[in-house]
């Protein structure tokens, strides 16, 4: 079995906090059929297909839409079927029954089967952190019949149903097993899913378009649609995933009515397009909030040596990097020094105090490192918001005694180098406020001695981390979430640049349009 090595995924009832619920908002009641087509930009371009072999965020929406899970989050948090009919668990805890509900079918038209669900699971668990804690209490996982699993357990998993709905890339979609087993070791040859879309590879031309077209056999459940849970009854015939050269052209094409919905809009456009009366603009708060990291190379480079890494810690102001990215006021945190999120049940400042701008300081303290001029490859993604915090922050290094090196790129590239131990040295990036609320979601804390880009690695916090897991109640998890933080400073998986909202917007012409931090197209009409 695999080490316990707790991982990145949402906050949910017993990960965020006991009983604590998400505040998405509720989605609307499902309508009459209807048709067309939807013109969307998303974040980025979906440069891997593939949900299981990666976090990234543009590749967890995509997967949302072509492939399903066995349980899904609502809402207000909950964890709730979605493939499945139902499960039992015995009294002790260590065998849990799973019936998949009737009429499932995968997009190349076979039944989805026990089976697939077994070899899916197999193959997303190796690769999720959560999902490793998930084989260190497992026994068996075997099919019992063509639509009942059953897992067997070593001892107890209360987590069960948090794993197997959490919204965090890798997320554990459902794929056919001959599919699993074509790939091996390597990414799926085919994206074939059963959920309610289709993806079609003969359309696809990478740098340009992708489309989804409405999966006509899929089966959805008779309730409500509720954030990623529910009836996903999709009301079009087809969702045209465009990518554009930067972001104000997307934001251009949105005014003129060329696109209906655009992500990420640029900042500076807010003003005009608020005065459109036929855009909409959808700025959330709290949970639907973004946190920026600079994630650095602990594997080899400058930053391999803590001390070096700690010297960054001096050389970012939150504010500083939100006012040049030029984030107006209402959209922005101007400090939080809260790795799981600020204005969230875990937030904590423990270890924050060594997080002030002192280039002087660090100029200082560099020098007393073994640091000897050695080039830090910062990767920049070209034209988005986080080059601008790596500009911002290059800056200082250099004010401080480093030598800078930014490489610019596309986030297909960046994905790539990432994935190698050597040649980078620090990104920047930034993720949604679901996938930090928690030393469990975080991406660079949760997969703490995990094979994870970064290679970041605490056994301490790996302690911590299964003591969180296990805690009994929220007031123990405030406790365990402020030790796993102040270690965290100390180690410096990442350094934090700001805590802020992305408006996306998205044409009136559009109906039953769910406002969220993720984009989902299964209940919208036109």
């Excluded at 070593?154 to 790939?183: C, E, H, S, T, Y």
């Excluded at 803590?306 to 990097?321: E, H, N, T, Y």
């Excluded at 920047?428 to 030393?439: A, E, F, K, L, R």
Aim: proline share 7%.
């Amino acid at each position: 079995m695999h080490p316990i090595r707790p991982s990145a995924g949402p906050g949910r009832r017993q990960i965020l906090a006991a009983g604590a619920a998400l505040p998405f908002l509720a989605a609307p009641r499902l309508a009459r059929a209807a048709g067309g087509t939807v013109t969307a930009v998303l974040e980025s371009e979906v440069v891997i297909l593939d949900p299981h072999v990666t976090t990234a965020a543009i590749t967890r929406s995509f997967g949302y839409h072509v492939f399903d899970t066995l349980f899904a989050m609502d809402g207000q948090g909950r964890i709730r079927p979605q493939m499945l009919e139902g499960h039992t668990v015995s009294a002790d805890q260590l065998t849990w029954d799973f019936a998949l509900r009737p009429g499932l079918t995968f997009h190349d038209g076979a039944p989805v089967t026990a089976a697939d669900c077994v070899a899916s699971l197999n193959r997303w668990a190796a690769r999720d952190s959560l999902g490793r804690m998930l084989l260190a209490s497992l026994d068996k996982l075997e099919a019992v019949d063509a639509t009942r699993f059953r897992m067997n357990l070593k001892k107890p998993f209360p987590l069960m149903l948090d794993v197997l709905g959490k919204p965090n890339a890798p997320v554990p979609f459902i794929m056919p097993a001959r599919v699993v087993q074509a790939a091996g070791e390597q990414r799926i040859k085919e994206i074939i899913g059963s959920g309610p879309f289709r993806f079609r590879p003969d359309q696809f031309r990478p740098g340009d378009r992708m489309l989804l077209e409405r999966f006509s056999a899929y089966s959805p459940r008779a309730e409500e649609p509720d954030f990623l849970a529910g009836g996903k009854a999709v009301r079009i015939e087809q969702l045209l995933l465009k990518t554009m050269p930067d972001d104000a052209t997307g934001a251009s094409a949105l005014t003129a009515g060329e696109i209906d919905y655009m992500q990420y809009l640029p900042f500076d456009h807010l003003a005009p397009l608020g005065r459109n009366r036929q855009v909409k603009l959808i700025g959330l708060g709290g949970i639907h909030m973004f946190q920026g990291n600079f994630r650095l190379n602990h594997a080899s480079g400058p930053f391999a040596d803590p001390a070096v890494r700690r010297v960054l810690w001096k050389l970012v102001d939150q504010a500083q990097i939100l006012q040049a990215i030029g984030i107006p006021e209402q959209y922005r945190l101007d400090s939080c020094p809260s790795f799981w999120m600020c204005g969230t049940p875990l937030e904590t400042a423990a270890g924050g105090e060594v997080a002030r701008l002192d280039i002087a300081g660090a100029r200082a303290e560099l020098a007393r490192t073994g640091y000897k001029g050695e080039p830090v490859v910062m990767l920049e993604v070209q034209g988005s918001i986080s080059q601008t915090a790596g500009q911002v922050l290059a800056q200082n290094m250099k004010q401080a005694g480093f030598t800078v090196d930014e490489q610019v790129m596309d986030w297909g590239t960046v994905l790539a180098r990432r994935a190698r131990k050597e040649g980078w040295s620090l990104f920047p990036v930034y993720s949604n406020g679901v996938d930090n609320v928690s030393p469990l979601t975080h991406f660079y804390v949760a997969n703490n001695c995990a094979d994870y880009p970064g290679w970041s690695c605490d056994t301490g916090i790996t302690g911590l981390l299964e003591q969180f897991a296990a805690a009994p109640d929220l007031a123990a998890r405030k406790v365990l979430a402020e030790k796993i933080q102040a270690a965290s400073y100390a180690l410096t998986p990442s350094v934090m640049w700001g805590q802020f909202a992305r408006p996306a917007g998205y044409r009136a012409r559009l109906k039953n349009f769910v406002e969220s931090s993720f984009p989902m197209f299964w209940q919208v009409e036109v």
